[in-house]
């Protein structure tokens, strides 16, 4: 099996675990931040700064990749690895979730989806052996079963059908996988926010006997209690020695609740999309560096980071870069956000490993605004 978790320690305090996720590409330390590749790039970051900021594995996306360049280009180049010249990990989710967003574009049945092209209105189809053949050509280390990821909000009946087709299409995904010696594939737990869906999706995507289980469905604007309490239920259907993977968060808070809920892997283009926005997150909360306070803000962005760029630019600089709109301010600022995030995990699991997870939660949640 090319996917295999072992657990090295459960927290005293909560249900965080720190652990160790081998693949084919190497070892990642868990729990683990994932920075979002869309087209098999970081945007604005090298595969060499990723590595040299402490990025384990990376995401690149099934529907962007078919579309532009092509799997099958992908696959002649050597594979994603290679195509992109990264060597550590490789997740590419399965194109549900992007193919679903795409609104009135599109048409679900249960063969799988159509859909126009959101570049040139083309049309195209994804079944599920589609989206597993697209992920073997990528030759990612983990592909994600192709699945429907119902909006919030949604009522029960559709939530219901909708998470017993992605069961079902689960199956024919594990069918067609023809990489079984390289590429594991994790399953998607559905549900919405109905915790009797959540228990039955669970189940049944659990007795597929997959190497890793998602919980898809969350972040997709409920509010956040409501996301608590359905990881509250959810994560202690999910087997204790497999990896456990929270779609599509990556704020500070949503990451610590993830992780003192069990979870092991998360995902989001949060950091990345508000850098190039200007937002910086940092110790003290987010710093939005266009504003005109920091015209002459010599300090670092964050006088606590040690990344490159706090040791070597001011708010200043970057607050003109952006005024400029020179390319360099969004590199700048997402360099120091991704770094940040990296490290908030490394710093989460030390404290797992010292069974201190609650303490430096509220000590990062003072410092950050969390708590008033």
């Given amino acids: ?86 060597k ?20 679900i049945t249960e063969e799988g989806v159509e859909f126009r092209s959101h570049i040139d209105g083309s049309k195209h189809f994804i079944s599920p052996e589609i989206s597993i053949e697209i992920q073997n050509s990528l030759g990612s280390d983990i592909a994600m079963a192709f699945d429907e990821c119902p909006p919030y909000p949604a009522d029960r009946d559709y939530v219901k059908k909708s998470l017993e087709r992605t069961t079902r299409w689960a199956k024919r995904c594990k069918e067609a996988h023809q990489k079984q010696d390289t590429q594991g594939i994790f399953g ?82 949060l950091p990345t999309r508000i850098a190039r926005n200007g937002t910086a997150l940092t110790s003290h909360g987010k710093v939005v560096i266009k504003n005109a306070m920091y015209k002459k803000d010599f300090s670092p962005l964050d006088p606590e980071c040690d990344c490159y760029v706090c040791r070597n630019y001011s708010r200043a600089y970057i607050r003109h870069l952006f005024k400029c709109e020179e390319i360099l301010g969004s590199r700048l600022t997402t360099y120091h ?20 997870l609650l303490e430096y939660k509220e000590s990062f949640y003072k410092k950050y605004g969390y708590l008033k």
Avoid at 34 to 60: H, R
Avoid at 198 to 217: C, H, N, T, W
Avoid at 338 to 354: D, G, P, Q, S, V
Wanted: glycine share 10%; with cysteine; net charge neutral.
């Fill in 188 to 269: 998607i737990i559905q549900g919405g926010m109905y915790e009797d869906l959540r228990e039955q999706s669970a189940k049944e995507i659990i007795d597929l006997d997959f190497p890793g289980y998602a919980v898809g469905g969350l972040s997709v604007g409920e509010p956040a209690d409501i996301m608590y309490r359905i990881l509250d239920f959810t994560v202690p259907l999910m087997p204790k020695h497999k990896p456990r993977y929270l779609m599509g968060v990556g704020s500070p808070d949503y990451l610590f609740e993830a992780v003192i809920r069990g979870i092991d892997m998360a995902d989001c283009v």
């Fill in 337 to 356: 956000n991704l770094y940040f995030l990296l490290k908030l995990m490394e710093n989460i699991r030390t404290a797992i490993k010292e069974d201190r």
């Fill in 88 to 107: 550590k990990p490789i997740l590419t989710d399965s194109g549900g979730f992007q193919v679903f967003s795409l609104g009135d574009l599109r048409k």
């Fill in 1 to 86: 099996m090319p996917i295999k978790y072992e657990l090295i320690k459960e927290c005293s305090q909560t249900k965080a675990r720190l652990g160790k996720l081998h693949t084919p590409h190497g070892v990642i330390e868990t729990p683990i931040f994932m920075p979002v590749g869309t087209k098999a790039t970081v945007k604005t970051m090298t595969p060499e700064e990723l590595e040299k900021i402490g990025a384990q594995i990376i995401l690149g996306n099934t529907y962007h990749l078919y579309l532009r360049p092509g799997h099958k280009l992908v696959e002649e180049a050597g594979g994603l690895h290679k195509f992109m010249n990264w």
